[in-house]
């Protein structure tokens, strides 16, 4: 039975979602042996072909981008990662989250939002970059940023039951997975992790946190999530979600070993996509108009996305 205080939205991701009390599928001791096996094996031609020095360093954007257009997949090898209100506000959300849950909910979510600012923009020793980022807004900037970061965190907290020590809460837990020798990594950093496995049984539950409308690639990004939790745990998550902060919405996939051999050719086919595209000429890459076209760096001289995008502007 749900605590007789909590709201019909946090019942019912206490009872659809965490499920505490429910049943968890127990997997055999070897899968992630087998899986793993399973992706050294198609990496191999990949790895093989690799000139000397070079390696390959594979996230969720990457694989996403090699399924969408090889312009894209070909800027992502060599795009710099730089802050943006976008990511920035993300990572924001994420951290208030974590303080209000590290505080036992005492801190409430603006006052974790200021508290993580203050804190990124005091911070001399801060290696990501953000602190510098936040420093060189503007004051009306930054104070905007803040109040969507706090928005967010807002939400999450209205929406989700407390979120208590004994679910061992992760915020922003990383995953890395090398293979072939170093010649490939693979890397991940879920929003939200929760709970442990038992034995083979499995136990954890992995959520990512998004913004806007819903979109079937972030499901696709928990996905890889839970293939890396395999690999680096030995024990699959039982669940997937996510949670959209502005419909208060929370699509699931419970994970089976098909769900995960899935990913591991979904996983395959996007290095192999990938390794394609960044090894060809830029006059010689397809390109294949989407949403993203706006986000690419190659948008400005890519006619085929500037075309896809006046016409979609248009309607």
């Known amino acids: 039975m749900p605590e007789p205080d909590l709201t019909p939205r946090q019942a019912e991701i206490l009872d659809r979602v965490v499920d505490p009390g429910g049943e968890r599928p127990t997997f055999p001791e070897a899968i992630a042996h087998r899986l793993r096996e399973e992706l050294e094996a198609g990496l191999l031609e990949v790895a ?57 909910y005492s801190i409430a979510p603006l006052d974790a939002v200021r508290g993580v600012l203050a804190d990124l923009m005091s911070d001399d020793d801060d290696r990501t970059g953000l602190g510098a980022f936040l420093q060189g807004l503007s004051e009306g900037t930054r104070a905007e940023l803040g109040a969507e970061v706090a928005d967010a965190v807002s939400k999450f907290a209205m929406d989700w039951p407390r979120v208590g020590a004994a679910w061992l809460p992760r915020v922003e837990t990383s995953m890395r997975v090398t293979c072939c020798e170093g010649r490939v990594t693979f890397s991940g950093k879920a929003d939200l992790a929760l709970f442990r496995p038992r034995g083979s049984r499995a136990g954890t539950l992995i959520v990512d946190l998004k913004s806007g409308g819903e979109h079937d690639r972030n499901l696709y990004d928990v996905r890889f999530y839970a293939l890396l939790e395999t690999f680096v745990r030995r024990v699959p998550p039982f669940r997937i979600a996510v949670h959209y902060l502005d419909s208060g919405d929370t699509p699931t996939l419970d994970v089976t070993e098909d769900l995960l051999r899935s990913e591991v050719r979904r996983v395959l086919d996007g290095v192999r996509k990938y390794q394609s595209a960044r090894t060809k000429r830029l006059d010689a890459l397809e390109r294949t108009p989407s949403g993203l076209c706006p986000y690419c760096p190659l948008f400005g001289d890519c006619e085929p996305g500037r075309t896809h995008h006046r016409e979609r502007s248009e309607l």
Do not use: P
Not at 63 to 82: P, Q, S, V
């Open 48 to 104: 093989g072909a690799l000139d000397d020095g070079d390696s390959l360093f594979v996230g969720k954007q990457v694989i996403h981008a090699a399924h969408t257009c090889e312009g894209l997949a070909y800027a992502r090898d060599y795009e710099r990662f730089r802050w943006s209100l976008a990511n920035a506000r993300g990572t924001l959300s994420h951290r208030g989250v974590q303080r209000m849950i590290g505080s036992g």
